[in-house]
């Protein structure tokens, strides 16, 4: 259910790219992004620096969007979306937050959050996410320089990206429970 909850926006997003305004499309992503921060201050839960930056990143472009520039291209808001993931996630493990350590530390017991390993996992689960987005938003610049390719090429690599991005994000605590031992839900797990 976590992993829904964070990739909810996201999804509504590109869902109605395909089907309404950019404009629209951005902003109900930053209104899912205030309810799941909602969701998380009602259970209790800290606020995400994924969700909040998500919020402000999709309203931004959908003030830039209305206020600046409404004839954007769907392509070179596709690349803002991208540019503001990579540099969220990016930008938290610069300041040594890797996004992904808000959820697991509310998932796991404290003397897991506690063992050594814990925060170095935290930093590879968010360098893939990281990976990821940088693949999805060279696959947008790719498409916005040749113009002549067929737009389902960047959607087949966006596709790929986030979806390998889960899977690992699936697969890395269990690889690292076995090869180093950790008791269960040492590690966290998408849910």
Request: positive net charge.
């Amino acid at each position: 259910m976590t992993i829904f909850l964070i990739l909810a926006p996201y999804g509504v997003y590109t869902f109605l790219m395909f089907m309404t305004s950019a404009t629209i499309s951005v902003f109900a992503a930053s209104a899912i992004c205030l309810a799941t921060i909602a969701i998380d201050v009602a259970r209790g839960r800290s606020v995400k620096v994924l969700a909040a930056g998500s919020a402000i990143l999709f309203a931004g472009v959908g003030l830039y969007l209305t206020l600046r520039d409404p004839s954007l291209s769907a392509l070179g808001v596709k690349l803002s979306v991208d540019i503001g993931i990579f540099a969220i996630s990016l930008g938290s493990m610069l300041a040594r937050r890797p996004f992904t350590l808000q959820y697991a530390i509310e998932s796991v017991p404290a003397e897991t959050a506690a063992m050594p390993g814990f925060l170095t996992a935290n930093y590879i689960i968010t360098a893939a996410w990281t990976v990821a987005a940088l693949l999805m938003m060279t696959a947008n610049i790719v498409l916005l320089y040749f113009p002549g390719l067929p737009v389902w090429s960047g959607l087949a690599v966006a596709f790929a990206a986030r979806n390998s991005a889960i899977y690992f994000t699936k697969w890395y605590p269990e690889y690292r429970q076995i090869k180093y031992g950790a008791p269960d839900g040492a590690l966290p797990e998408a849910q």
